[in-house]
């Protein structure tokens, strides 16, 4: 792949990456709640998720995604009720970021990794869209340095992206100051959760 080629790929998904989402909201609830490190494996399990949607494009699944509005919708609504979810833990006082501050309760790893990769594979437009980004730089003869290009390209900038986003917020003033707001961040993540939740179905 020639450089100009790739440089071009890369500012696409850069771009893709830094626009709003649930993934800023999950990643930016588990820096919260649990710190650099939470933040950190929710950053590094989304790129994995977003990783194996690059990986399902160049080996073909993402058509078979694409052609089955089954399977397609199945995918989606289980996203929607994943996000639903998310939302209701963020505007309820049972919340685990709540309950931090006054209980001393952790986030764990394991739910950072979970939640983090979930919201990535649960979104099946990430499918659409890396079909029609490939198949601006993949042929009929591609081989198979060019798929790994492809997919390592994809998966590092979306893990890198928001792992700056993890130690951005987890530094000791910026995280102090969320954590001091915690409420206020409660609620501005289960709207945001909401309102995607209401555009994917609506």
Not at 111 to 126: T, Y
């Amino acid at each position: 792949m020639e450089l100009t080629a790739w440089l071009s790929l890369a500012m696409i998904c850069l771009m893709g990456a830094m626009s709003p989402g649930p993934s800023l909201a999950v990643v930016l609830k588990h820096t919260v709640g649990g710190g650099k490190a939470n933040g950190l494996v929710a950053a590094i399990a989304h790129g994995v998720g977003v990783g194996l949607y690059a990986v399902m494009t160049v080996v073909g699944l993402a058509l078979v995604i694409k052609s089955s509005p089954l399977l397609f919708n199945t995918i989606r609504y289980v996203g929607v009720a994943f996000l639903l979810y998310l939302a209701f833990k963020a505007l309820t006082a049972k919340s685990s970021i709540a309950k931090l501050g006054a209980d001393g309760v952790e986030v764990s790893l394991v739910q950072s990794a979970w939640e983090g990769f979930m919201i990535a594979f649960l979104n099946p437009k990430l499918a659409i869209f890396f079909l029609a980004l490939f198949s601006q730089f993949i042929h009929v003869d591609a081989d198979f340095s060019l798929n790994l290009i492809l997919v390592t390209t994809v998966g590092v900038i979306d893990t890198l992206w928001y792992c700056l986003i993890a130690l951005v917020l987890s530094r000791p003033k910026v995280l102090a100051m969320l954590r001091d707001n915690v409420s206020v961040v409660e609620k501005l993540t289960g709207i945001a959760l909401l309102s995607v939740a209401a555009r994917a179905v609506f």
